[in-house]
């Protein structure tokens, strides 16, 4: 099938609840009206350098959001003070990205210092991470804060793992305030990046709703004994990992989900009908998944006073 690309701008604009009231696609229209042109180039470059990138950058904006809000507690490294969300369970050895941030974050404090938020940072770099690989566009909300603490417990329990079932994955995006669609939205980011073995290695050797052929395929990477090849890789989506489209659906409806929780989405339950549609129609997935994310970015937010504008993403101030 040839691949999509998407040649449309989609604006979408959600109701905003009384916790993200403040958060505005023009926010910094007047006070670094730049942003997004000082941001895309530094995402393009490492994309270039590495697709596997985009994914990596998307992903990071999903693990802060989950974890105490939208609030760039994702990026702080450790301190004497508190333990941050780096070395939790799922992110350690895991995310990857933080030295584009550096990158993004000395770009925009050069022509708007001490303005944008690293939050606000995380929201266009993932929108501009699946636009770059093939995927829709939307208009992000801004108006972020920076959080000043982090924490590793709220990581360790928040981030649903690779193993959830599909009533664990609907209890964990309801308590973000996402809702089943949202879900099977969201994770069709899974279009995207690889896995580590560790992560997929139970799937393909236990469960028994999986393709034969896909699981002895990836078995040749992943060995059976835990500790050894644990952390080699393999595409979320085997036929097009490095292009955002729709093609991680149609695996999933013949069993080629790579994680327990991917194939969760299309096994007899009631996500079912909506994986089979996003795997016959890309538009009908483009168009949610934008108005996910733009959803997922409205968890809770610092906003007005709260929170800081961190000079250094890694840090605060």
């Not at 992110?91 to 944008?116: H, Q, T, Y």
């Not at 928040?158 to 959830?164: A, E, F, M, R, V």
């Not at 964990?172 to 996402?178: A, I, P, R, V």
């Not at 909506?274 to 994310?293: G, H, K, W």
């Amino acid at each position: 099938m040839a691949l999509l690309t998407w040649a449309f701008f989609i604006y979408i604009f959600l109701n905003a609840g009384s916790s993200n009231a403040q958060l505005s696609t023009n926010f910094y229209s007047k006070s670094c009206p730049d942003l997004f042109a000082s941001i895309k180039p530094v995402v393009q470059s490492a994309i270039n350098k590495e697709a596997r990138m985009g994914a990596s950058l998307l992903r990071l904006f999903f693990h802060d959001c989950f974890v105490n809000g939208c609030d760039g507690s994702i990026l702080l490294d450790d301190t004497s003070t508190f333990t941050g969300e780096k070395k939790a369970a799922p992110n350690v050895n895991s995310l990857r990205g933080f030295d584009v941030i550096d990158e993004i974050k000395s770009a925009v404090e050069k022509i708007c210092p001490g303005v944008v938020s690293c939050a606000d940072i995380l929201a266009i770099t993932a929108r501009d991470s699946v636009v770059i690989l093939g995927g829709p566009e939307w208009e992000v909300k801004l108006g972020r804060r920076d959080a000043t603490t982090a924490s590793q417990a709220a990581a360790n329990s928040s981030i649903p793992p690779p193993t959830s079932s599909l009533s664990s994955l609907i209890s964990s995006f309801n308590s973000h305030g996402l809702s089943s669609k949202d879900l099977v939205a969201l994770y069709g980011a899974h279009t995207i990046g690889q896995a580590r073995c560790t992560n997929f290695r139970a799937h393909i050797y236990n469960d028994s709703n999986i393709n034969s052929q896909f699981a002895s395929a990836r078995r040749t990477n992943c060995p059976s004994t835990s500790g050894v090849g644990d952390n080699n890789l393999a595409p979320l989506d085997a036929q097009t990992p490095t292009t955002f489209d729709n093609t991680y659906f149609r695996e999933l409806v013949d069993k080629k989900g790579l994680l327990h929780s991917d194939q969760q989405l299309y096994n007899g339950g009631s996500t079912d009908s909506l994986v089979r549609t996003y795997s016959t129609n890309p538009t009908t997935f483009s168009c949610d998944f934008a108005a996910s994310m733009i959803k997922m970015g409205d968890i809770k937010p610092l906003t007005g006073s709260s929170g800081q504008i961190r000079k250094n993403c890694r840090k605060v101030n």
